[in-house]
């Protein structure tokens, strides 16, 4: 699964978009010296997402929207057509 896919399924299932999870963690004060533990157990409790999905988001958290380009169309099931995550929602 690419990472865009990650964070597609995360909406898919909670109804709320990348940014949307990024405006929350910053609200309660998560940002990029947050421990990943600590993002990772506020998901699950208040979203029940499992541990992939929310490292996913702790990710973006942490580092913002773009990815390495070694995974940029790889061919693989891994794979994402751009270096830069979409983070305002799923495209219609």
Not at 29 to 41: F, H, L, M, N, P
Not at 59 to 86: F, Y
């Amino acid at each position: 699964m690419s990472f865009q896919a990650y964070l597609d399924n995360i909406e898919a299932k909670t109804g709320k978009a990348p940014q949307q999870f990024i405006d929350e963690a910053h609200a309660r004060g998560y940002g990029a010296d947050t421990k990943s533990g600590e993002i990772v157990q506020w998901l699950a409790d208040e979203y029940k997402l499992g541990r992939g999905h929310a490292m996913a988001l702790v990710h973006i958290l942490k580092h913002g929207a773009t990815i390495s380009d070694k995974h940029v169309n790889t061919g693989t099931a891994h794979s994402d057509p751009s270096s830069t995550l979409r983070l305002s929602g799923k495209e219609k």
